[in-house]
């Protein structure tokens, strides 16, 4: 910026660049006490502190540097979350790297396609993945491939281990001077239509991100609090918590592969976890074991749990109340980085009714700081009434403006500059969002439209019920009606009358499922939400063969 381009008066402020730098910096200066602590493949616990991640992020950045890596060299993770993986989100980006971290739970055409496709010279991999690489490798162009001996034994033969790499450094690295806008993170999403794309985040849009996820009104990050993401650091770098714990100098619980109720319990009590995140299915595990043995565990006061990914149900939140641990609904995808909106209540609210405040926070939430949010249809702002729907757009610092090589239409992204989401949602007046559907998800009958999310979550609010989804099957005469797949919760039963009853007074009659199927477990993505693309698959002919 400067006076020719006809400002009067230019700002005394620094040039100063948001990087990573800066966070990995703050951690190893003034937290370095602060534990993380990761359960390791053999459920044994590993500790080390910010002390110890400074000089091994460092250590790493030093080693990849001498290994050749060059400035937008991409550096592919294929990790559970624990310390290995943390130290390369910061080592791998603060030597001018850019960390690619793969979905494990990926089919294996999807990697090799995800790695190839992103150009992925070096791979940083838990020894339990090994299975894995060796199965990627033959379509693969890794350089060199280090081995995280996370479950403590010996690394096999052709390929290096990480720990030797760390020992290698000899203490002196220097870090590149790097621009805020370079990148720093990929994530490719995982769209159930066509090929993966990719979602390349800079130093500035990780740290602007980081940054707003630890404000109050956000996930509310602090020094003295302890974090454990069940989110996937493969997924959306686990909601960017990693880097907003490391922000805020809060103490890190990483779960390792044990993602299961028991374990993840057994974690949270122990260290005494006050903030945790994942998907809605991991919650509805986890409050099914509570329910089953209410008094084993004893929870940490003042439990917030993040719930998002998918829409989390009333029930869900209520259920959690009922043990003193607090659900907040955020709503993001990997494109926004992700954390672009959270229901939490205003003073104001707080003092409405019970039932209000329930339908409150089972919304989405309102935009975070610079997440612009509009609802249109076609071209055209619905207005913000609480009841008119359509497609959510959004716009800001930290929403990506293309994909990594990958060209896409008009379907993506509008003429003036916003990111189409796909989600189809109403706004209220206060800026709330809610989420009635994926547009591919809704259901037409009649022409008019069913939100599935809705009936899915009124669903499982019925005491029987574990887990439904809802999905649309072709009807002749009124092109699609929603059948419900429904998970009893175990030893329990209930019919689709039952279950219709129960639902009667919510929701308009013909809203209500005309099919119910019942089945053991619902399919899930590889980031654990419903898979409701292979239910349609299972279910679509045989409903309209009846
Ligand atoms: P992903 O990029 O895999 O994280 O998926 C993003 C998509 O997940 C969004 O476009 C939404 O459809 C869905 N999603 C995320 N959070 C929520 C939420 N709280 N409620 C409903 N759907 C959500």
């Not at 989804?469 to 009358?497: C, M, Q």
Request: aromatic letters at 8%; glycine letters at 8%; proline letters at 6%.
């Amino acid at each position: 910026m400067d006076l020719e381009k006809g400002l009067a008066m230019e700002s005394t402020m620094m040039h100063y660049p948001l990087t990573l730098v800066h966070l990995l910096e703050r951690a190893g200066r003034y937290f370095s006490k602060v534990e993380i602590v990761s359960r390791r493949a053999d459920r044994s616990i590993h500790r080390e502190t910010y002390g110890d991640f400074y000089r091994r992020a460092r250590a790493l950045a030093e080693g990849l540097t001498r290994a050749g890596l060059k400035r937008g060299d991409r550096v592919a993770t294929l990790m559970w979350n624990h310390y290995a993986h943390l130290e390369a989100y910061f080592g791998a980006p603060v030597a001018g790297g850019v960390l690619h971290s793969l979905n494990l739970r990926l089919h294996i055409d999807d990697i090799t396609y995800i790695a190839n496709h992103a150009e992925d010279r070096f791979l940083i991999v838990d020894d339990v993945l090994l299975p894995l690489v060796e199965q990627v490798k033959p379509h693969t162009h890794f350089e060199r491939i280090f081995v995280v001996p996370i479950s403590g034994g010996a690394v096999p033969g052709g390929y290096e281990n990480y720990e030797e790499l760390l020992a290698s450094a000899r203490g002196d690295f220097r870090y590149p001077e790097i621009d805020e806008y370079e990148p720093a993170g990929m994530c490719y999403t995982s769209g159930t239509t066509g090929r993966p794309r990719g979602v390349v985040y800079s130093h500035r849009s990780t740290v602007l991100h980081a940054y707003n996820a630890a404000l109050p009104g956000a996930m509310s990050f602090r020094q003295g609090q302890a974090m454990l993401p069940v989110v996937p650091m493969f997924h959306a770098n686990a909601w960017g918590m990693p880097y907003a714990a490391t922000l805020a100098g809060a103490k890190h619980v990483y779960p390792g592969p044990h993602l299961d109720a028991e374990n993840l319990l057994d974690l949270i009590e122990r260290e005494e976890v006050t903030l945790s995140a994942g998907v809605p299915t991991v919650w509805l595990a986890i409050l099914q074991a509570l329910e089953r043995e209410p008094k084993r565990w004893k929870l940490p006061d003042g439990l917030e749990l993040i719930v998002g990914g998918s829409a989390a149900p009333e029930s869900l939140i209520r259920g959690f109340d009922r043990h003193r641990v607090k659900v907040v609904q955020a709503w993001g995808m990997t494109e926004t980085s992700p954390l672009a909106s959270i229901a939490r209540l205003d003073r104001e609210m707080a003092a409405l009714p019970e039932d209000e405040r329930y339908a409150i926070r089972a919304k989405q939430g309102r935009p975070l700081p610079f997440v612009e949010a509009r609802v249109m249809v076609e071209d055209q702002e619905v207005p913000a009434d609480g009841k008119t729907m359509g497609e959510l757009q959004v716009r800001g610092p930290y929403v990506t403006a293309s994909y990594y090589n990958h060209p896409v239409g008009a379907d993506k992204f509008t003429a003036d500059g916003w990111l189409r989401t796909g989600d189809v949602v109403m706004m209220d007046a206060d800026g709330f969002i809610k989420i009635t559907d994926r547009t591919k998800d809704l259901i037409k009958s009649g022409g008019e439209w069913i939100s599935s999310v809705d009936l899915e979550n009124a669903i499982m609010g019925h005491p029987a019920v574990a887990e439904a989804a809802v999905i649309a099957i072709p009807n002749p005469k009124w092109d699609e009606r929603p059948l419900a797949v429904v998970v009893l919760k175990p030893g329990a039963r209930a019919t689709g009358e039952e279950i219709n009853k129960f639902l009667a007074d919510k929701f308009a009659k013909w809203w209500l499922p005309d099919a119910y199927e019942f089945i053991a477990q619902i399919p899930r993505t590889s980031t654990g939400k419903f898979l409701k693309s292979k239910l349609r698959e299972q279910f679509a002919e045989r409903n309209r063969a009846s």
